[in-house]
C-alpha cells in the first residue's frame, strides 16, 4: 500500500528555475526520505530528515516536513538538465524495531535547458 | 567503497518457469531489503534481512521467497512466474535495521515474463 503520496506527478522547468515537489502521508513515522531515480534505474538516496527534525539541507536539497501535517516537501534549487528524474518520498514507519520503506509513486521532473 | 550490486541487470522468462536474482550489499551492510516497481502499483516491499533472518515481509504471494547469507548477499527467487511478475526488482542495504538508518539501493534487474 502508498504510504507517502507525492504532488505534482509531473513538473516540468526550466533550467535554474526551483523545483518544489510535496509528499503527504498518514501515519506516524521515524522519518521520511527522499530517493531520485533515472529512467527506471535505481534509487538514489538524497536526503533523509527524522521525524523530531523540521528541515534539512544537502547542497541545493532543502527538505521540509511538519509531523503536524504528515507532510514533506522537497526543494531542488537553480536546477539542472541532470536533475530530470522522478523523485519519490519514503517512510519509515519501523514500529516493529526494524525499517521498512513505503513509497509514494513518485514526482517526474523534466528540466529543460 | 562499492555500491550494491544486482545480478544480472535483465532477465526474460517465460510463464511457469522459476527465476532467482542476486543482491550483494555494501560491505558491511548487513540488513537487505527488496522491493518490486511496476508502473501500476509503484514500488511495493517484499521483505527485509538482517543476519540471515527475514525481519518483514511484505503483501505478496508465496511464490516470492528469499534468503540472506553469512555474507550478507541475499538472493530472491520467484517461482511460477506469471506476467504480472514484470518488473524493475530493486535490492537495498542498511548497515542496521535500525530506526533512522539510510538505505541505498542497487540497479535493479529487470524482469520480463513472456
Known amino acids: 500500500s502508498q504510504q507517502g503520496e507525492e504532488d505534482p506527478q509531473a513538473l516540468s522547468i526550466q533550467e535554474g528555475e526551483n523545483a518544489t515537489m510535496n509528499c503527504s502521508y498518514k501515519t506516524s513515522i521515524n522519518n521520511l526520505q527522499w530517493y531520485r531515480q533515472n529512467s527506471g534505474r535505481g534509487l538514489v538516496h538524497l536526503i533523509l530528515?527524522?521525524?523530531?527534525?523540521r528541515e534539512k539541507h544537502s547542497g541545493r536539497l532543502r527538505v521540509t516536513l511538519d509531523t503536524s501535517k504528515k507532510s514533506s516537501s522537497l526543494l531542488i534549487t537553480a536546477s539542472r538538465a541532470a536533475d530530470t528524474a522522478s523523485y519519490f518520498c519514503?517512510?519509515?514507519?519501523?514500529?516493529?524495531?526494524?525499517?521498512?520503506?513505503?513509497f509514494g509513486k513518485g514526482t517526474m521532473l523534466l528540466v529543460s535547458p | 567503497k562499492a555500491g550494491v550490486t544486482q545480478t544480472p541487470r535483465y532477465l526474460i522468462k517465460t510463464r511457469g518457469q522459476q527465476v532467482t536474482l542476486s543482491c550483494s550489499p555494501i560491505s558491511g551492510h548487513r540488513s537487505v531489503s527488496w522491493y518490486q516497481q511496476t508502473p501500476g502499483q509503484g514500488l511495493q516491499f517484499l521483505f527485509e534481512?538482517?543476519?540471515?533472518?527475514?525481519?518483514n515481509k511484505g503483501n505478496f504471494p508465496g511464490r516470492f521467497s528469499g534468503r540472506q547469507f553469512s555474507n550478507s548477499r541475499s538472493e530472491m527467487n520467484v517461482s511460477t512466474l506469471e506476467l504480472g511478475d514484470s518488473a524493475l526488482y530493486l535490492c537495498?542495504?542498511?548497515?542496521?535495521?535500525?530506526?533512522?538508518?539510510?538505505?541505498?539501493f542497487g540497479q535493479g534487474t529487470r524482469l520480463t515474463v513472456v
Open positions: 530528515i527524522r521525524s523530531n527534525e
Open positions: 519514503a517512510t519509515d514507519e519501523g514500529n516493529s524495531g526494524y525499517s521498512t520503506l513505503t
Open positions: 537495498a542495504s542498511s548497515f542496521s535495521t535500525g530506526v533512522n538508518t539510510e538505505a541505498f
Open positions: 534481512y538482517f543476519s540471515e533472518t527475514q525481519r
